[in-house]
């Protein structure tokens, strides 16, 4: 059942929160960097109508909706400014299970961002919205994400081969789970709750 009353989960360093219009040009810029397109399913420059229509889309749903993605806004607790975007999405078929992904924008790699992202967005998925099973894939070039997934306790079940056309090459997936008794043991939930909107 989709989270209609969704709007903010609040970590130590990084908020996720609904997309707001104010978020647009932040949202298309990080978004138009090569290196931050390099190894997602955009181009970049990142054409500022797909943005105005995806933050559309964003404010009109709801996350939880299976077979839907939903992207959370990712910002900095202590400034509110948009770093990057989460998202994830239940299995039409059985929404005890999701898939998740994420971009942070250029300047705030490096910095434990999308770690601390990744995670708010687990505890939410398994604590708060019972999932079974969160999957991730990233291709396999981009160490950097491997290593955030890594960080949290995802294994890493498949390695593909050529197994996606991508930006006129075909390129390798790594396919990671975790599964929610394995987060529980983790004891990484405790620094997410669902907190008040920042302002």
Same mark, same amino acid.
């Given at each position: 059942? /989709? ?6 989960? #609040?970590? +130590?360093?990084?908020?996720?929160? $609904?997309?707001? &219009?104010? !978020? ?70 059985? /929404? ?6 994420? #971009?942070? +924008?250029?300047?705030?790699?490096? $910095?434990?961002? &999308?770690? !601390? ?83």
């Amino acid at each position: 059942m /989709p989270d209609a009353g969704f709007e903010e989960l #609040t970590g +130590a360093r990084v908020a996720l929160r $609904r997309f707001r &219009a104010a !978020d647009l040009e932040a949202f298309a810029a990080y978004r138009s960097a090569p290196s931050a397109a390099r190894f997602q399913s955009w181009d970049a420059p990142f054409p500022r109508r797909d943005a105005e229509e995806l933050i559309r889309q964003m404010m009109a749903s709801d996350p939880d909706t299976p077979g839907n993605w939903f992207q959370f806004a990712i910002v900095l607790r202590s400034t509110g400014e948009l770093i990057g975007d989460c998202a994830a999405r239940p299995d039409a078929d059985d /929404p005890r299970q999701a898939e998740i992904g994420y #971009t942070i +924008a250029v300047g705030h790699q490096g $910095r434990g961002h &999308a770690t !601390d992202a990744v995670r708010e967005l687990l505890a939410y998925l398994f604590d708060q919205r019972g999932k079974h099973r969160v999957t991730a894939s990233c291709d396999a070039r981009n160490a950097a994400s491997a290593r955030v997934l890594e960080r949290l306790g995802l294994r890493r079940e498949g390695h593909l081969r050529e197994s996606t056309w991508a930006k006129g090459e075909w390129t390798d997936d790594l396919l990671y789970a975790l599964l929610a008794r394995e987060w529980q043991h983790s004891g990484q939930g405790a620094a997410t709750e669902i907190g008040p909107p920042i302002q």
